[in-house]
T-cell receptor, first 112, second 115 residues
């Protein structure tokens, strides 16, 4: 079945440092890929998405590129802020149920 | 504002008791989903519904039941058969029209605990 693997956290960075959170997937067909962010005690917010190979999703300074050849969708940001501290989930949408399969999440802690 | 409302925010269940979690959306979305989140883990699919009066089991449906009598509502019942119900429950919806890759939108969740 479909699966998503993302790097374990927590990831601790100083403000203005560069961020990369790795995400790889296994799926049949060509799923859409997503990054969601979760702040403490809240639901998930869509951060960005990509629907086909070589698409780049971007939002709020975050970027991720759909790499079909490496089945990856790594999340990057050039300069993190304290307000970026949250848990980040990589997910794929299957082509049948249109349900999401999630990675286990990566906690990011940004220190001032 | 359009969105997804989950209630209550916190819920406590006694042994042998069924409890129902509410999920209402005013986004006019056809598809709705229930996920369960355990600490330090990703979300897992419990049930989903692509259209009114139809729903399907997800990956961990045992001990749960749902109904979809109205487009805007998709309540989840956690039955006494669910032996480990303590978790954070998230409801989501999605627009099925147009682009088939529309993302899911999430509510703020209900945290269920056992007394």
């Amino acid at each position: 079945g479909d699966s998503v693997t993302q790097m374990e956290g927590p990831v601790t960075l100083s403000e203005e440092a560069c961020l990369t959170i790795n995400c790889t997937y296994t799926a049949t067909g060509y799923p859409s890929l997503f990054w969601y962010v979760q702040y403490p005690g809240e639901g998930l917010q869509l951060l960005l998405k990509a629907t086909k190979a070589d698409d780049k999703g971007s939002n709020k300074g975050f970027e991720a590129t759909y790499r079909k050849e490496t089945t990856s969708f790594h999340l990057e940001k050039g300069s993190v802020q304290v307000s970026d501290s949250a848990v980040y989930f990589c997910a794929l949408m299957d082509t049948g149920r249109r349900a999401l399969t999630f990675g286990s999440g990566t906690r990011l802690q940004v220190q001032p | 504002d359009g969105g997804i409302t989950q209630s209550p925010k916190y819920l406590f269940r006694k042994e042998g008791q069924n409890v129902t979690l509410s999920c209402e959306q005013n986004l006019n979305h056809d598809a709705m989903y229930w996920y369960r989140q355990d600490p330090g883990q990703g979300l897992r699919l419990i049930y989903y519904s692509q259209i009114v009066n139809d729903f399907q089991k997800g990956d961990i449906a045992e001990g749960y039941s749902v109904s979809r009598e109205k487009k805007e509502s998709f309540p989840l019942t956690v039955t006494s058969a669910q032996k480990n119900p303590t978790a954070f429950y998230l409801c989501a919806s999605r627009d099925r029209g147009g682009n088939s890759n529309q993302p899911q939108h999430f509510g703020d969740g209900t945290r269920l605990s056992i007394l």
